[in-house]
């Protein structure tokens, strides 16, 4: 179990490198990068000049880097889903009795598998707003059952360090709405980084903050949101921190880190209306967004055990 659990903890921070790989192919415009799929401009390795070219391939649409960045992270993405599909088999095989660890493993293998296929259809529509928000939200699923592995493997190691927690119901419960108001909060931003697309194009001359101004209902809707999130994660934090009996380090640190991240997040959205929208912030901000996802799930899980000192 032991070996298990280190295998879903490298398997869970791989995906979250690719998570933020992803990022940066969306803000450096690399998503067409290869017009095709899962070949590129069809080679299996991207050509590194026109001359490589198919004769049907417009010249114009080539660009070396864009093409060879989409092409990284097409091989971090097989990567992160080859350790995926190993995890579930070493479930399957070793640990099919843990039906808390072997079903959201395979079930994540699963969604892995369906997520190589939507890459496809990523490219097949252009980038369509709808399309790459299924896209995001495969990717939190995903890590999210990941880090639910992990855990429970951990618990699983050694039985007679945990008993049934006594932590109240709400606080489990209000964590649980913490995340899914987290995931419901990252497609808004989805949608938003997909509306400020179309109108960095249309309106060259504005300025992001202008941009964002201009939106209307989905950024009005995703701003108040976020702070709706941020006042509901330092309530529920509170809550937490009131039942400190099998308070574990785990626990203190997910916590603060939560903590931290939520408000970074809120002041780095309204440091987007008045200072520069730079690709490398909003990377930031959507990876930052996905590791929130995260530790609420750490602590959904550790409100339902309790570690014996």
């Not at 995890?87 to 190589?116: D, E, S």
């Not at 938003?192 to 939106?215: D, M, Q, V």
Request: glycine share 8%; net charge positive; with cysteine.
């Amino acid at each position: 179990m032991k070996s298990f659990r280190r295998f879903a903890l490298i398997t869970t921070i791989a995906t979250y490198i690719l998570i933020f790989i992803g990022g940066l192919v969306r803000v450096s415009g690399a998503g067409l990068g290869c017009p095709d799929w899962p070949t590129c401009f069809g080679r299996w390795i991207p050509p590194t000049s026109v001359e490589q070219l198919p004769p049907d391939i417009d010249p114009a649409q080539f660009n070396f880097v864009l093409a060879w960045i989409e092409y990284i992270n097409r091989l971090c993405g097989m990567v992160v889903g080859l350790l995926i599909a190993a995890l579930a088999i070493w479930a399957l095989v070793k640990l099919r009795p843990y039906r808390k660890i072997t079903i959201p493993a395979v079930v994540a293998a699963i969604l892995t598998a369906i997520q190589g296929w939507q890459g496809s259809v990523v490219i097949s529509s252009q980038l369509e707003s709808a399309v790459v928000t299924v896209h995001t939200l495969l990717a939190l699923i995903i890590v999210s059952l990941l880090l639910y592995v992990t855990q429970e493997a951990y618990y699983e190691q050694d039985r007679r360090a945990v008993k049934a927690p006594t932590w109240p119901k709400s606080v489990t419960v209000s964590l649980g709405i913490l995340w899914l108001v987290g995931v419901i909060q990252v497609i808004l931003g989805t949608q938003l980084r997909s509306a400020l697309e179309g109108l960095s194009e249309k309106y060259p001359l504005l300025t992001s903050g202008e941009w964002i101004l201009t939106l209307g209902a989905v950024n009005h809707a995703h701003m108040t949101l976020g702070v709706l999130l941020v006042a509901f994660a330092w309530v529920a934090g509170f809550s937490i921190w009131k039942y400190r009996q099998g308070f574990t380090p785990l626990m203190r640190q997910s916590l603060g880190l939560m903590l931290i991240v939520i408000s970074g997040q809120l002041l780095l959205g309204l440091a987007f209306i008045v200072v520069e929208l730079t690709p490398l912030l909003q990377v930031f901000h959507l990876w930052l967004a996905s590791l929130f996802v995260g530790l609420t799930l750490v602590l959904y899980v550790q409100s339902r055990w309790e570690v014996v000192s």
